[in-house]
């Protein structure tokens, strides 16, 4: 996985991630009961945590092609996938098995962050 492909996955989850509060705050907040918007709201905010962490990644990967930096993209890339996915789709289905799923993107999320730190600390001591 290129740092190429990395930024361009960040850009479109960027922009996946205003559309969608944008749609949220514009035609969902009364058409959602409180709690699946509150729901909704949660997964549009871990996406944009995560899009911001990856495009420090895919700058770190411009400047160092380094495998534990590619593992550290998939990770938090999974994450946003299993974690606001699924908060996506449970908010907007009402489907609440899929709360089932969501604590894998969140120890993906804790993955991605151990890994970046354990990357950043070994780059650092050389």
Do not use: K
């Not at 991630?17 to 509150?38: C, K, P």
């Not at 894998?104 to 950043?120: D, K, Q, T």
């Amino acid at each position: 996985m290129s740092a190429r492909f990395v930024i361009l996955c960040t850009a479109l989850s960027g922009f996946i991630t205003v559309a969608l509060g944008a749609f949220a705050s514009h035609m969902l907040r009364t058409r959602l009961s409180e709690r699946l918007y509150e729901v909704l709201q949660t997964g549009i905010q871990y996406q944009m945590f995560h899009t911001l962490a990856l495009f420090g990644v895919g700058l770190l990967m411009l400047r160092q092609s380094d495998r534990g930096l590619r593992q550290t993209a998939v990770l938090f890339m999974a994450g946003i996938v299993f974690f606001s996915g699924s908060l996506y789709v449970l908010a907007l289905t009402g489907q609440h098995w899929l709360g089932a799923v969501t604590p894998v993107g969140g120890v993906l999320f804790l993955a991605g962050w151990l890994n970046l730190g354990r990357v950043s600390f070994r780059q650092l001591s050389e």
